[in-house]
Protein backbone atom coordinates (compact mmCIF):
# COMPACT_ATOMS: atom_id res chain seq x y z
CA UNK A 1 0.00 0.00 0.00
CA UNK A 2 1.07 3.56 -0.67
CA UNK A 3 2.45 5.11 2.26
CA UNK A 4 -0.41 7.97 3.59
CA UNK A 5 0.56 11.52 4.27
CA UNK A 6 -0.80 11.59 7.29
CA UNK A 7 2.68 12.60 9.20
CA UNK A 8 2.58 16.64 10.36
CA UNK A 9 3.40 18.74 13.90
CA UNK A 10 -0.07 19.57 14.25
CA UNK A 11 -2.59 18.37 16.07
CA UNK A 12 -6.55 18.32 14.53
CA UNK A 13 -9.17 19.53 16.43
CA UNK A 14 -11.55 16.71 18.24
CA UNK A 15 -9.00 13.95 18.14
CA UNK A 16 -7.05 12.19 20.79
CA UNK A 17 -4.02 12.38 20.88
CA UNK A 18 -2.53 8.91 21.97
CA UNK A 19 1.43 9.52 23.63
CA UNK A 20 4.09 6.18 23.78
CA UNK A 21 4.97 5.73 26.91
CA UNK A 22 8.74 6.48 27.89
CA UNK A 23 8.43 7.43 31.72
CA UNK A 24 6.08 8.99 33.55
CA UNK A 25 7.05 11.94 31.32
CA UNK A 26 4.54 10.85 28.75
CA UNK A 27 1.76 11.56 32.00
CA UNK A 28 3.05 14.46 32.31
CA UNK A 29 2.67 15.32 28.51
CA UNK A 30 -0.71 13.92 28.87
CA UNK A 31 -1.60 16.20 31.03
CA UNK A 32 -0.37 19.55 29.56
CA UNK A 33 -2.31 18.56 26.25
CA UNK A 34 -5.45 18.36 28.57
CA UNK A 35 -4.92 21.80 29.90
CA UNK A 36 -5.09 23.46 26.46
CA UNK A 37 -8.57 21.35 25.82
CA UNK A 38 -6.48 18.41 23.55
CA UNK A 39 -8.05 14.65 24.34
CA UNK A 40 -5.04 12.69 25.24
CA UNK A 41 -3.97 9.28 26.73
CA UNK A 42 -0.55 8.44 27.89
CA UNK A 43 -0.61 4.28 26.75
CA UNK A 44 0.31 2.68 29.26
CA UNK A 45 3.98 1.48 30.04
CA UNK A 46 5.22 -1.65 27.41
CA UNK A 47 5.62 -4.44 28.46
CA UNK A 48 6.02 -8.13 26.74
CA UNK A 49 3.22 -7.53 25.01
CA UNK A 50 4.55 -4.96 23.19
CA UNK A 51 7.66 -6.22 22.74
CA UNK A 52 6.27 -9.20 20.72
CA UNK A 53 3.99 -6.70 18.44
CA UNK A 54 7.11 -4.85 17.89
CA UNK A 55 9.69 -7.49 17.14
CA UNK A 56 6.53 -9.16 14.80
CA UNK A 57 6.54 -6.25 12.74
CA UNK A 58 10.10 -4.97 12.05
CA UNK A 59 13.16 -6.50 10.69
CA UNK A 60 15.12 -7.13 13.91
CA UNK A 61 17.51 -4.40 12.83
CA UNK A 62 15.67 -1.64 14.74
CA UNK A 63 16.98 -0.75 17.96
CA UNK A 64 14.77 -1.51 21.09
CA UNK A 65 13.03 1.97 21.63
CA UNK A 66 11.85 1.36 17.86
CA UNK A 67 10.50 -2.04 18.34
CA UNK A 68 8.71 -0.66 21.59
CA UNK A 69 6.96 2.28 20.50
CA UNK A 70 5.89 0.22 17.36
CA UNK A 71 4.46 -2.06 19.79
CA UNK A 72 2.54 0.39 21.76
CA UNK A 73 0.93 2.10 18.79
CA UNK A 74 -0.32 -1.17 16.85
CA UNK A 75 -2.01 -2.37 20.34
CA UNK A 76 -3.35 0.52 20.67
CA UNK A 77 -4.85 0.60 17.83
CA UNK A 78 -6.16 -2.93 17.32
CA UNK A 79 -7.99 -2.36 20.67
CA UNK A 80 -12.14 -2.27 20.57
CA UNK A 81 -12.53 1.15 21.31
CA UNK A 82 -9.94 2.92 18.90
CA UNK A 83 -11.19 4.91 16.53
CA UNK A 84 -8.69 5.75 13.82
CA UNK A 85 -10.38 8.70 12.24
CA UNK A 86 -10.41 10.60 15.81
CA UNK A 87 -6.64 9.46 16.24
CA UNK A 88 -3.36 11.32 16.38
CA UNK A 89 -0.51 9.37 17.33
CA UNK A 90 2.55 11.91 19.18
CA UNK A 91 6.08 10.57 18.28
CA UNK A 92 8.71 12.98 17.95
CA UNK A 93 11.46 13.07 15.54
CA UNK A 94 15.54 14.66 14.67
CA UNK A 95 17.54 15.53 12.34
CA UNK A 96 21.06 13.96 12.58
CA UNK A 97 22.11 10.13 12.06
CA UNK A 98 20.76 8.56 14.38
CA UNK A 99 17.73 5.89 13.59
CA UNK A 100 15.56 7.51 15.69
CA UNK A 101 14.63 10.32 12.91
CA UNK A 102 13.18 7.45 10.87
CA UNK A 103 10.74 6.19 13.45
CA UNK A 104 7.92 7.84 12.10
CA UNK A 105 8.41 7.32 8.97
CA UNK A 106 8.53 3.60 9.76
CA UNK A 107 5.52 3.71 12.38
CA UNK A 108 3.39 5.24 9.24
CA UNK A 109 4.39 2.98 6.87
CA UNK A 110 3.15 -0.12 9.51
CA UNK A 111 0.23 2.00 10.36
CA UNK A 112 -1.06 2.16 6.78
CA UNK A 113 -0.42 -1.60 6.36
CA UNK A 114 -2.67 -2.58 9.13
CA UNK A 115 -5.34 -0.60 7.59
CA UNK A 116 -4.83 2.51 10.02
CA UNK A 117 -3.66 5.15 7.15
CA UNK A 118 -6.84 7.52 8.55
CA UNK A 119 -4.31 8.03 11.60
CA UNK A 120 -2.35 10.89 11.78
CA UNK A 121 1.31 11.09 13.23
CA UNK A 122 2.60 14.06 14.47
CA UNK A 123 6.23 14.42 14.24
CA UNK A 124 7.57 17.65 16.36
CA UNK A 125 11.35 17.61 15.50
CA UNK A 126 14.17 18.75 18.27
CA UNK A 127 15.62 20.83 15.02
CA UNK A 128 13.04 23.39 15.69
CA UNK A 129 13.37 22.68 19.29
CA UNK A 130 9.65 21.03 18.76
CA UNK A 131 8.03 23.97 17.32
CA UNK A 132 4.52 24.27 16.17
CA UNK A 133 2.59 21.55 18.15
CA UNK A 134 -0.72 22.06 18.08
CA UNK A 135 -2.82 25.12 18.37
CA UNK A 136 -1.41 26.91 21.14
CA UNK A 137 2.38 26.22 20.32
CA UNK A 138 4.14 28.62 22.63
CA UNK A 139 1.76 27.89 25.84
CA UNK A 140 2.52 24.33 25.25
CA UNK A 141 6.17 24.69 25.25
CA UNK A 142 6.05 26.71 27.96
CA UNK A 143 3.53 24.04 30.07
CA UNK A 144 5.59 21.53 28.85
CA UNK A 145 8.69 22.71 30.10
CA UNK A 146 7.59 23.56 33.79
CA UNK A 147 5.90 20.09 33.76
CA UNK A 148 9.61 18.03 33.06
CA UNK A 149 11.41 20.67 35.06
CA UNK A 150 9.10 19.51 37.94
CA UNK A 151 8.92 15.42 37.16
CA UNK A 152 12.87 15.71 37.23
CA UNK A 153 12.91 17.03 40.36
CA UNK A 154 10.73 14.64 41.83
CA UNK A 155 12.72 11.67 40.22
CA UNK A 156 16.03 13.05 41.71
CA UNK A 157 14.13 13.27 45.30
CA UNK A 158 13.17 9.91 44.88
CA UNK A 159 16.69 8.16 43.57
CA UNK A 160 18.37 10.47 46.66
CA UNK A 161 16.13 8.97 49.06
CA UNK A 162 15.20 5.70 47.99
CA UNK A 163 18.58 3.73 49.37
CA UNK A 164 18.27 5.27 52.93
CA UNK A 165 14.77 4.84 53.25
CA UNK A 166 14.06 3.17 56.46
CA UNK A 167 10.96 1.51 55.87
CA UNK A 168 10.46 -0.43 52.58
CA UNK A 169 7.99 1.63 49.85
CA UNK A 170 8.03 4.57 51.59
CA UNK A 171 9.55 6.74 49.06
CA UNK A 172 7.72 5.13 46.19
CA UNK A 173 4.19 5.98 48.29
CA UNK A 174 6.01 9.55 48.14
CA UNK A 175 6.78 9.68 44.54
CA UNK A 176 3.48 8.33 43.75
CA UNK A 177 1.90 10.94 45.76
CA UNK A 178 4.01 13.62 44.31
CA UNK A 179 3.09 12.63 40.86
CA UNK A 180 -0.32 12.87 40.97
CA UNK A 181 0.16 16.37 42.94
CA UNK A 182 2.12 17.66 39.97
CA UNK A 183 0.19 16.47 37.40
CA UNK A 184 -2.69 18.20 38.66
CA UNK A 185 -0.59 21.43 38.97
CA UNK A 186 -0.34 20.75 35.13
CA UNK A 187 -3.36 20.71 34.31
CA UNK A 188 -4.34 23.49 36.08
CA UNK A 189 -2.00 25.69 34.00
CA UNK A 190 1.52 25.07 36.32
CA UNK A 191 2.97 28.69 37.68
CA UNK A 192 2.67 28.82 41.48
CA UNK A 193 0.60 25.77 42.10
CA UNK A 194 3.38 23.02 40.47
CA UNK A 195 5.62 25.75 42.59
CA UNK A 196 3.75 24.60 45.81
CA UNK A 197 3.17 21.00 44.54
CA UNK A 198 7.25 20.91 44.28
CA UNK A 199 7.66 22.58 47.80
CA UNK A 200 5.06 19.99 49.32
CA UNK A 201 7.33 17.22 47.78
CA UNK A 202 10.30 18.66 49.07
CA UNK A 203 8.79 18.67 52.75
CA UNK A 204 7.34 15.09 52.76
CA UNK A 205 10.94 13.73 51.47
CA UNK A 206 12.77 15.74 53.91
CA UNK A 207 10.21 13.83 56.85
CA UNK A 208 11.19 10.12 54.98
CA UNK A 209 12.64 8.28 58.05
CA UNK A 210 16.17 6.92 56.76
CA UNK A 211 18.27 4.33 58.23
CA UNK A 212 21.16 6.86 59.39
CA UNK A 213 23.15 4.52 57.18
CA UNK A 214 26.72 6.25 55.64
CA UNK A 215 26.82 7.62 51.92
CA UNK A 216 26.50 5.01 49.27
CA UNK A 217 28.64 4.91 46.06
CA UNK A 218 27.00 7.47 43.75
CA UNK A 219 26.52 5.77 40.29
CA UNK A 220 26.01 8.06 37.03
CA UNK A 221 23.52 7.20 34.76
CA UNK A 222 24.02 8.40 31.57
CA UNK A 223 23.26 7.02 27.84
CA UNK A 224 20.50 7.18 25.31
CA UNK A 225 17.55 8.86 26.50
CA UNK A 226 14.51 6.42 25.83
CA UNK A 227 16.35 3.02 27.25
CA UNK A 228 17.75 4.87 30.54
CA UNK A 229 14.58 6.46 31.30
CA UNK A 230 12.13 3.17 30.21
CA UNK A 231 12.03 0.42 33.30
CA UNK A 232 10.95 -2.15 30.95
CA UNK A 233 13.50 -1.50 28.13
CA UNK A 234 16.63 -1.23 30.83
CA UNK A 235 15.56 -4.44 32.95
CA UNK A 236 14.55 -2.30 36.18
CA UNK A 237 18.18 -1.03 36.07
CA UNK A 238 17.79 1.76 39.02
CA UNK A 239 16.18 -0.38 41.28
CA UNK A 240 19.12 -3.10 40.40
CA UNK A 241 21.74 -0.52 41.44
CA UNK A 242 19.95 0.55 44.51
CA UNK A 243 19.91 -2.90 45.67
CA UNK A 244 23.08 -3.72 45.20
CA UNK A 245 24.62 -0.61 47.53
CA UNK A 246 24.41 1.95 45.31
CA UNK A 247 22.74 5.59 44.46
CA UNK A 248 22.01 6.48 41.08
CA UNK A 249 21.82 10.23 39.78
CA UNK A 250 20.32 10.12 36.60
CA UNK A 251 20.80 12.28 34.03
CA UNK A 252 17.66 14.55 33.22
CA UNK A 253 15.04 14.78 30.56
CA UNK A 254 15.91 18.83 30.81
CA UNK A 255 19.29 17.97 29.55
CA UNK A 256 17.88 17.12 26.31
CA UNK A 257 15.37 19.61 25.89
CA UNK A 258 17.96 22.24 26.64
CA UNK A 259 20.14 20.65 23.91
CA UNK A 260 17.28 20.80 21.58
CA UNK A 261 17.21 24.55 22.60
CA UNK A 262 21.17 25.34 22.19
CA UNK A 263 21.34 23.28 18.43
CA UNK A 264 19.06 25.34 16.38
CA UNK A 265 21.12 28.46 18.00
CA UNK A 266 24.29 27.64 17.86
CA UNK A 267 23.93 26.67 13.96
CA UNK A 268 21.67 29.52 13.55
CA UNK A 269 24.28 32.24 14.50
CA UNK A 270 27.28 30.39 12.68
CA UNK A 271 24.94 30.58 9.64
CA UNK A 272 24.11 34.15 9.95
CA UNK A 273 20.59 33.72 10.79
CA UNK A 274 20.37 35.80 13.59
CA UNK A 275 17.03 36.52 14.30
CA UNK A 276 16.80 32.66 14.90
CA UNK A 277 19.74 32.84 16.99
CA UNK A 278 18.31 35.49 19.30
CA UNK A 279 15.01 33.74 19.85
CA UNK A 280 17.05 30.57 21.07
CA UNK A 281 18.87 32.59 23.51
CA UNK A 282 15.58 33.86 24.67
CA UNK A 283 13.93 30.93 25.18
CA UNK A 284 17.09 29.24 26.87
CA UNK A 285 16.91 32.41 29.20
CA UNK A 286 13.05 32.16 30.01
CA UNK A 287 13.67 27.83 30.77
CA UNK A 288 16.67 28.86 32.97
CA UNK A 289 14.54 31.44 35.07
CA UNK A 290 11.76 28.76 34.91
CA UNK A 291 14.17 26.01 36.31
CA UNK A 292 15.34 28.01 39.53
CA UNK A 293 11.76 29.09 40.25
CA UNK A 294 10.47 25.46 40.00
CA UNK A 295 14.25 23.88 41.75
CA UNK A 296 14.81 26.62 44.27
CA UNK A 297 12.10 24.58 47.21
CA UNK A 298 13.95 21.33 47.29
CA UNK A 299 17.52 22.44 45.88
CA UNK A 300 18.75 21.74 49.75
CA UNK A 301 17.60 18.46 49.41
CA UNK A 302 19.45 17.20 46.15
CA UNK A 303 22.98 16.39 45.39
CA UNK A 304 23.09 17.89 42.10
CA UNK A 305 19.98 20.28 41.79
CA UNK A 306 20.94 22.86 38.48
CA UNK A 307 21.29 21.80 35.41
CA UNK A 308 25.03 22.81 33.77
CA UNK A 309 24.68 24.90 31.03
CA UNK A 310 24.61 23.19 27.75
CA UNK A 311 27.11 25.12 26.25
CA UNK A 312 29.71 24.15 29.17
CA UNK A 313 28.78 20.68 28.89
CA UNK A 314 29.69 20.94 24.94
CA UNK A 315 33.25 22.43 26.14
CA UNK A 316 33.62 19.22 28.43
CA UNK A 317 33.39 16.81 25.90
CA UNK A 318 35.01 18.78 22.88
CA UNK A 319 38.58 17.62 24.03
CA UNK A 320 37.24 13.98 22.93
CA UNK A 321 34.41 14.35 20.33
CA UNK A 322 33.49 17.35 17.88
CA UNK A 323 30.07 18.48 19.48
CA UNK A 324 29.01 19.32 15.71
CA UNK A 325 28.66 15.53 15.02
CA UNK A 326 24.97 16.27 17.32
CA UNK A 327 24.51 12.81 18.52
CA UNK A 328 23.56 11.98 21.62
CA UNK A 329 26.88 10.62 22.51
CA UNK A 330 27.89 14.03 23.30
CA UNK A 331 25.43 14.37 25.60
CA UNK A 332 26.54 10.81 27.42
CA UNK A 333 30.18 11.96 27.42
CA UNK A 334 29.74 15.36 28.67
CA UNK A 335 26.98 14.31 31.33
CA UNK A 336 29.23 11.55 32.29
CA UNK A 337 32.33 13.70 32.95
CA UNK A 338 30.16 16.40 34.94
CA UNK A 339 29.11 13.93 37.43
CA UNK A 340 32.06 12.44 37.63
CA UNK A 341 33.04 16.09 38.69
CA UNK A 342 30.44 15.75 40.77
CA UNK A 343 31.00 12.89 42.96
CA UNK A 344 30.21 9.49 41.28
CA UNK A 345 31.73 6.88 41.81
CA UNK A 346 30.73 5.00 38.96
CA UNK A 347 29.73 5.66 35.67
CA UNK A 348 26.76 3.64 33.90
CA UNK A 349 26.44 4.08 29.69
CA UNK A 350 23.24 2.00 28.42
CA UNK A 351 22.22 2.45 25.08
CA UNK A 352 19.84 0.40 22.96
CA UNK A 353 21.74 -2.39 20.98
CA UNK A 354 23.41 -1.40 17.95
CA UNK A 355 23.17 2.28 18.67
CA UNK A 356 25.49 4.63 16.68
CA UNK A 357 25.83 7.29 19.32
CA UNK A 358 25.87 4.53 22.21
CA UNK A 359 28.86 2.39 20.35
CA UNK A 360 30.83 6.05 19.77
CA UNK A 361 30.72 7.10 23.36
CA UNK A 362 31.80 3.30 24.20
CA UNK A 363 34.81 3.53 21.82
CA UNK A 364 35.50 6.83 22.80
CA UNK A 365 34.86 5.92 26.84
CA UNK A 366 38.24 4.59 27.82
CA UNK A 367 40.07 7.96 27.37
CA UNK A 368 37.61 9.86 29.00
CA UNK A 369 37.82 6.81 31.95
CA UNK A 370 41.72 7.42 31.76
CA UNK A 371 41.18 11.03 32.48
CA UNK A 372 38.51 11.07 35.16
CA UNK A 373 41.38 8.91 37.43
CA UNK A 374 39.45 5.50 36.26
CA UNK A 375 36.66 5.46 37.50
CA UNK A 376 34.56 2.46 37.07
CA UNK A 377 32.88 2.53 33.74
CA UNK A 378 30.02 0.21 32.66
CA UNK A 379 28.57 0.04 29.28
CA UNK A 380 25.48 -1.91 29.00
CA UNK A 381 23.43 -2.52 25.60
CA UNK A 382 19.99 -3.63 25.36
CA UNK A 383 17.76 -5.48 23.00
CA UNK A 384 14.64 -6.74 24.49
CA UNK A 385 16.47 -10.59 25.44
CA UNK A 386 16.66 -10.03 28.68
CA UNK A 387 20.23 -10.79 28.94
CA UNK A 388 21.20 -12.82 31.94
CA UNK A 389 24.35 -11.53 32.59
CA UNK A 390 23.99 -8.16 33.66
CA UNK A 391 23.12 -8.90 37.08
CA UNK A 392 26.83 -10.21 37.12
CA UNK A 393 28.25 -7.14 35.18
CA UNK A 394 26.44 -5.08 37.80
CA UNK A 395 27.85 -6.87 40.60
CA UNK A 396 31.30 -6.48 39.76
CA UNK A 397 30.90 -3.12 38.31
CA UNK A 398 29.28 -1.92 42.34
CA UNK A 399 31.88 -3.60 44.07
CA UNK A 400 34.48 -1.56 41.71
CA UNK A 401 32.72 1.93 42.88
CA UNK A 402 32.66 1.19 46.08
CA UNK A 403 36.36 0.60 45.88
CA UNK A 404 36.60 3.47 44.23
CA UNK A 405 34.53 5.88 46.61
CA UNK A 406 37.10 4.45 49.76
CA UNK A 407 40.04 5.07 47.82
CA UNK A 408 38.92 8.51 46.89
CA UNK A 409 37.80 9.49 50.39
Known amino acids: MMASTHVSTGVSAGKTVYIPYISDHSLMMQAVLEHLGVRAEALPPPDDVSAKIGLDLVLGKECAPCLITVGD ?6 APDFDPSRA ?6 APGPCRFGQYSVLQRRLLDEHGLAGVELASPTSGNSYQGLGDHPLR ?4 AWDGAVALDLLQQLL ?5 YERDKGAADALYAAGLQRILNAVRTGGGKPLQKALARCGDQFAALPLTGQESKPLIGLVGEIYVRFNAYTNQDIIRRIEELGGEVMLASMMEWLYLTTYNPGYYAKRKGRYTTYVVMKLTETYQRYREHALTRSVAHLLRHAYERPTSELVALVRPYLAPEIQTEAVLTLAKAIELAHLGASGILAVMPFSCMPGLITAAIAPRVRADLDNIPW ?3 SFDLQKA ?3 QTRLEAFIYQAQHFQRRRT
Open 159 to 163: HRFRP
Open 140 to 143: LRRL
Open 388 to 390: TNI
Open 378 to 380: LDL
Open 88 to 93: VMLMPT
Open 73 to 78: MIRRAK
